[in-house]
T-cell receptor
Framework: GESVGLHLPTLSVQEGDNSIINCAYSNSASDYFIWYKQESGKGPQFIIDIRSNMDKRQGQRVTVLLNKTVKHLSLQIAATQPGDSAVYFCAETTGGGNKLTFGTGTQLKVEL | GAVVSQHPSRVICKSGTSVKIECRSLDFQATTMFWYRQFPKQSLMLMATSNEGSKATYEQGVEKDKFLINHASLTLSTLTVTSAHPEDSSFYIC?????????????FGSGTRLTVV
């Protein structure tokens, strides 16, 4: 992921708009990527994942895009709701139970 | 689905004492468990990886004598913060890997807020 230890960037969106959260990963050998949502005082919550042999995957209201050429991930949230307000992290791994490395994270704030 | 229980959720201890945090996989056997530390407004930093029955692998810069990890069974890993100091105050999170969980086998605990006074 991006340099850890930096403070979280913030993305503010209006309720109902689409949100796009970006992440740069560091290990070209990573072949499995996960997006997590973390609410204050809680552990990370799985949102969606993607393997390196794909460039797009869709879930309910969420889409993950993977660009291996530039080592970039994005999470798109459609029709953002107040309940989507949280910190979002991407994580990368070479899979098979190997360690997950987290990106810097983005604080998403949904304004009414 | 897979559930990981982490206990305690919150602990306050005096400087110089030791604190133990437990991480249990409730409905699966975890071959590997991970311990993370998270400071306010920052990302999760991996501290160590533990495999059942073997010594933990610590990340660079993490003091293994200060952060003792024990993974005695396939369902339990513990992290002991020894001789805690105020700078050890942080949010500690465990994750357990279920090898039968397919690509996605990583399940996280709910975290432990440690405050050293």
């Amino acid at each position: 992921g991006e340099s850890v230890g930096l403070h979280l960037p913030t993305l503010s969106v209006q309720e109902g708009d689409n949100s796009i959260i970006n992440c740069a990963y560091s290990n070209s050998a990573s072949d499995y990527f996960i997006w997590y949502k973390q609410e204050s005082g809680k552990g990370p919550q799985f949102i969606i994942d993607i393997r390196s042999n794909m460039d797009k995957r869709q879930g309910q209201r969420v889409t993950v895009l993977l660009n291996k050429t530039v080592k970039h991930l994005s999470l798109q949230i459609a029709a953002t709701q107040p309940g989507d307000s949280a910190v979002y992290f991407c994580a990368e791994t070479t899979g098979g139970g190997n360690k997950l490395t987290f990106g810097t994270g983005t604080q998403l704030k949904v304004e009414l | 689905g897979a559930v990981v229980s982490q206990h305690p959720s919150r602990v306050i201890c005096k400087s110089g004492t030791s604190v133990k945090i437990e991480c249990r996989s409730l409905d699966f056997q975890a071959t590997t468990m991970f311990w993370y530390r998270q400071f306010p407004k920052q990302s999760l930093m991996l501290m160590a990886t533990s495999n059942e029955g073997s010594k933990a692998t610590y990340e660079q810069g993490v003091e293994k004598d200060k952060f003792l990890i024990n993974h005695a069974s396939l369902t339990l890993s513990t992290l002991t913060v020894t001789s805690a100091h105020p700078e050890d105050s942080s949010f500690y999170i465990c994750s357990a890997y279920d090898p039968t969980g397919g690509d996605y086998g990583y399940t996280f605990g709910s975290g432990t807020r440690l405050t050293v006074v």
